[in-house]
C-alpha cells in the first residue's frame, strides 16, 4: 500500500496542476476521475460553473450502501494553493481516500453508509465560500442522514524529532508532546459525541497514534478545511490532520514535495480507516 500511495501522490503533486485557476485544472480534474475508477468504483459527479471565468469544477463521490442508510462522509480535497505541488496539502489525503477505496471489500455492507468525497476548490479564492466544493456537497445533505464526516487535511508528514510539532496554545505542547509523530482528531463542542465514538476506535488500534481536541472555540487553523461546510450545516464533523503549519513549515510552499511525506504512516492510517468504517 505504501507504494501505491507514494504513486499517487507523485501524479498528483505537480506543481500547479492542481490549481483550480489553471488550464491544467480540466487534466487534474480527468486525473482524479480515473484514480478513482482504477480503485473499482465509478463516482458519481457534482458539477457547477463559474460563469465569469468559465471554468468547471467537480466533486467525485463514492457511496457504498451500508445496513444503515445513515452515512458516514470521509472526504478530501484535491485541489491546491496557487502553484505549489500540494504533495502534504492535499495530495496526501486524496492517496489515502483513493487506498481506502482499493483496499475495501467490493462485497462489504457496512454498519453505515459510507461515502468518500473528493472536493474540488478549498483553497483561496473558494474558500469559506458557496464556490467551495465542500460548501456544494454540504448544501446537499442534513443532520438527519449523516452520522458524522471525516475530513481529510494533510495526513502524511511526520517526525519523531523533538521540537517539530507547534501549536496555537503553548499549554497544548505539555498535552499532546513537542515531537510531530501524531495525527489528531479536531472537533467542535457540537460534534464531540460522534467524533469522540470515532477517534476512540482509531485510539484502540494505536492508542499513541491518534491524539483528540475537542475545543468550544475557533482558534487557528481549527476550521480550515471542509470540515467547516459541516459544522455550518450543524452537521458532526471532525478534521484528522497533521497539523498543516504547526508542523509542516512547507505548507503552502514550493518544498510540498512527495519526497517529504511517510508512506509507511499514511499505509497505517489507510487500514485503520478501512477497519473502522467496517
Not at 468559465?54 to 442508510?69: A, D, E, L, W
Not at 496526501?92 to 454498519?111: H, Q, R, T, Y
Amino acid at each position: 500500500m505504501k507504494h501505491y500511495l507514494e504513486d499517487i501522490v507523485k501524479k498528483l503533486a505537480v506543481p500547479g496542476f492542481r490549481n483550480a485557476n489553471n488550464n491544467s485544472w480540466n487534466d487534474a480534474m480527468e486525473m482524479v476521475h480515473s484514480l478513482i475508477i482504477e480503485t473499482g468504483f465509478k463516482p458519481d459527479i457534482q458539477e457547477w460553473e463559474n460563469t465569469e471565468k468559465n471554468k468547471i469544477y467537480r466533486n467525485f463521490s463514492v457511496k457504498i450502501n451500508g445496513k444503515n442508510k445513515r452515512k458516514i462522509i470521509v472526504g478530501a480535497h484535491y485541489d491546491t494553493f496557487e502553484n505549489t505541488p500540494g504533495a502534504d496539502d492535499n495530495a496526501s489525503a486524496v492517496a489515502v481516500l483513493l487506498g481506502i477505496l482499493k483496499s475495501i471489500d467490493k462485497n462489504l455492507i457496512p454498519e453505515f453508509t459510507i461515502e468518500c468525497v473528493f472536493y474540488a476548490c478549498e483553497e483561496q479564492p473558494f474558500f469559506d465560500t458557496e464556490n467551495m466544493g465542500s460548501f456544494i456537497h454540504a448544501s446537499n445533505c442534513s443532520i438527519n442522514e449523516v452520522e458524522c464526516m471525516i475530513c481529510l487535511e494533510m495526513v502524511g508528514y511526520f517526525s519523531n524529532e523533538k521540537n517539530t510539532q507547534d501549536y496555537p496554545f503553548s499549554i497544548l505542547k505539555w498535552i499532546f508532546g513537542s515531537r510531530g509523530n501524531f495525527l489528531i482528531g479536531v472537533s467542535n463542542f457540537s460534534s464531540a459525541s460522534k467524533s469522540t465514538i470515532i477517534m476512540n476506535k482509531l485510539k484502540r488500534i494505536r492508542p499513541d497514534f491518534y491524539k483528540k481536541l475537542i475545543l468550544p472555540f475557533f482558534f487557528s487553523g481549527m476550521d480550515w478545511s471542509d470540515h467547516r461546510s459541516y459544522w455550518n450545516k450543524k452537521i458532526p464533523a471532525l478534521m484528522l490532520t497533521d497539523t498543516a503549519m504547526f508542523r509542516n513549515k512547507n505548507y503552502h510552499t514550493d518544498k510540498d514535495i512527495f519526497t517529504t511525506l511517510n508512506y509507511e504512516v499514511m499505509a497505517n492510517l489507510v487500514a485503520d480507516l478501512t477497519f473502522i468504517l467496517k
